[in-house]
């Protein structure tokens, strides 16, 4: 062969490289991808009859790649979908296995999304932590035991964290108070144990933190109040105890907070009857002490529950001056006296106000 050809080999080699480089997705990705579906078993929808060929940037489900550089960036695989493959089925998904190593050899991912499959069993890969671009790890809805990786507080990128209605247990590891990106975190229905950490004011971009339904105890901690953007508190149906800190109630976005079925004890805040909180749910606690006698303009509830608490006293007479008081449980706790008449408590049931010591007047028995 002469020497013109030999160039004409290289160059060519060197071109068609270059095309791959351009267009397809690396084999290693492709070959890593194949690895991670080989530990998953979905028999129902056949929703990876799609992944083949050598680009795992065309045409493969649930799998998108950065135009550019063509590594994989997103799996966003979903048991509940409205994608036609779901519609024409008639039925959710239904996915065994569980959730391969082989997908820590991807280093582009940003988003993670493997969830309501049901069936989805193993632990969260710990070297998942070593994804250093990863934005969005959503594992909801699945079997998913074991702890959260300790080291999560490495993925520094981490938006969004979601792993409610699985079977995880163990500790919030410390680390998680690294995640200065956080916005969204979900633990939702888990086995979850252990306090919060005390530097959970770390959590400096957190605007929904839902942990409920889970096993943790210990105290809320006060510096809670310093996360700025939280709009969304979900602490129930856990084991915490002590008293609610004074501070919540002056949190300046705070529209939800939902402390039921704890271990609360102490009075209720007088900050939380006139703050931004338009749902809270304080019932099934140890709450004693009157309600706090200082409902206001201010005062604007969808829900406001205390229902099965120790509470004593009257019913304030300045709830009147609430603006709006959609519903209103104070059922099952001490209160006595008269029900204040006009709103909110014209359109309020018996319901709302049964199981006290000596309250009467409408909708109860005449005083």
């Not at 969005?136 to 938006?159: F, M, Y």
Request: with cysteine; hydrophobic share 40%; aromatic share 6%.
């Amino acid at each position: 062969m002469g020497v013109g050809n030999v160039y004409i080999v290289v160059v060519s080699v060197i071109v068609a490289s270059l095309s791959w480089a351009v267009d397809a997705c690396p084999p290693s990705e492709r070959a890593a991808l194949l690895a991670f579906k080989a530990a998953l078993h979905e028999p129902y929808l056949g929703i990876f009859n799609s992944w083949t060929g050598t680009d795992c940037c065309k045409n493969w489900y649930g799998i998108s790649c950065d135009q550019e550089t063509h590594r994989v960036a997103d799996i966003n695989l979903r048991g509940e979908s409205e994608d036609p493959i779901f519609e024409k089925a008639h039925r959710t998904g239904y996915m065994t296995g569980y959730i391969s190593p082989a997908i820590c050899k991807l280093p582009r991912l940003s988003s993670v999304t493997i969830a309501d499959w049901k069936g989805i069993t193993g632990e969260i890969p710990k070297c998942i932590t070593s994804l250093p671009f990863l934005r969005i790890l959503d594992l909801i809805g699945n079997r998913i035991s074991g702890e959260l990786p300790a080291d999560i507080g490495r993925l520094h990128r981490l938006t969004v964290l979601n792993v409610a209605d699985n079977l995880i247990s163990g500790r919030i590891p410390t680390s998680l108070t690294n995640l200065s990106s956080l916005m969204h975190l979900d633990l939702r229905n888990n086995r979850i144990s252990g306090s919060l950490p005390r530097d959970f004011h770390r959590l400096v971009m957190l605007s929904r933190a839902l942990l409920s339904r889970n096993q943790i105890s210990g105290t809320i901690p006060a510096a809670i109040s310093r996360i700025y953007r939280l709009a969304d508190l979900d602490l129930s149906l856990n084991r915490l105890s002590g008293s609610i800190p004074e501070s919540l109630g002056k949190m300046a976005v705070l529209a939800t907070l939902n402390l039921d079925g704890n271990f609360i004890s102490g009075n209720i805040p007088a900050t939380l009857v006139n703050s931004a909180i338009g749902n809270l749910n304080l019932s099934r606690n140890a709450l004693t002490g009157r309600i706090p006698d200082v409902f206001d303009t201010r005062s604007y509830f969808t829900v406001l529950d205390l229902s099965y608490n120790r509470l004593s006293g009257p019913i304030p007479k300045s709830i009147s001056s609430a603006s709006y008081i959609g519903h209103l449980d104070l059922s099952h706790n001490h209160l006595c006296g008269r029900i204040p008449s006009g709103s909110p408590f014209d359109h309020l049931e018996a319901s709302s106000f049964a199981y006290n010591a000596c309250l009467c007047g409408k909708p109860l028995k005449a005083c």
